[in-house]
């Protein structure tokens, strides 16, 4: 177990309204399978040979989780936001990067967003990009606050 | 010991002036106990059966902490700023949940906010709260920088 | 080998631009060695006996490190933009104190501005200053995004 190099990951997103931006959040959160854990902002780069798995595993409650993410909370009525992560994964899974966006923007533009940031990302490091991945929540405020949260959560076992 | 779900906690609050907004922040930090460590900011769950302590305890210069804060900077004179984290704990202590907020405000009014949230938190989870509680600090700007701070640190041991 | 107290310290800076604000944060991050690693951002206290290196060591990607950084980002053509980080060492070793600082401004002017608070930082807790030290960075933004970026990045072993 290590949690100084991941070995696993999950790519989660969601959107929620809650009363404040805050509660916005954390229901997002609830939403993704995250929301009883700590997670610790990372920036932005994938261990090699991580495995990325499908359902978030039981784990403590309270557990640091060190997660990339991007998220925008608003209450602005009629405003469409969104969060997206793109991660592109190199040849023979020898590490990866995750690049984010969060705006008032649909998810297409967040996806195109990451998409642009991934490819320059591989490009000026010479890697080969042999698969790009993307989660996106997208979220149009109502009468509540509401956030769109995209996140990349990774485990130490 | 573990890192990665914490054994210990500690509610603190405190608010400064310094000759910058960094420094302000830092001075808040020293009267916390907690200004010759390094705090690495978690979003906000309580680790069930947590032990909460009413001192903190000496580590080692430097040392990682994970740390719930909330805090705000202000050099605006007769502004009155106030920063306080909630937290709500479970029945059985099976976890709990830290809400923060800080701006131009009152402390009542940063306590009124924080209070809200946490029962938000506790009703969208289903969970019953046995308790409630709130560090919170106020100050109001005069001619130097000035900084009000709330927060839990959590203990590996 | 210990996450919770690191052992070693490196500091770094660098500018660049970048199709992206984000590419450029990323593209400095390269050229300062750091591009393929986690950074995990902390408050600012330089461990007890720590020791300086001046190249950063082979790590896993993908590897989290500790790190306290300073960043700005900009797309204002004909913008100077400067990051940096003063690190002030106490007599013994004993322990030390980063302070960050980044703006539209000149490297000069941010490297006075951190010079400042680390002496406030060492004069609040009746420490000795026995060195200072600075990174810093500066660009002026042409035609694409740009960043400026001051890190002092720690490690386990």
Known sequence: MSWITPKKAIMVAASAEGGTKLNAFDNALLKMGIGNVNLVKLSSVIPAHIEWIEKMPEVPIGMLLPTVYAHIESDEPGSTI???LGVGISEDNNGGLIYEYSGYCTKEEAIEM?????????RVRGWKLKEFKVVVSEITVKDKPAAALAAVVMLPY
């Open 114 to 122: 990451v998409k642009k940031m991934v490819e320059e990302g591989f």
């Open 82 to 84: 969104s969060a997206a």
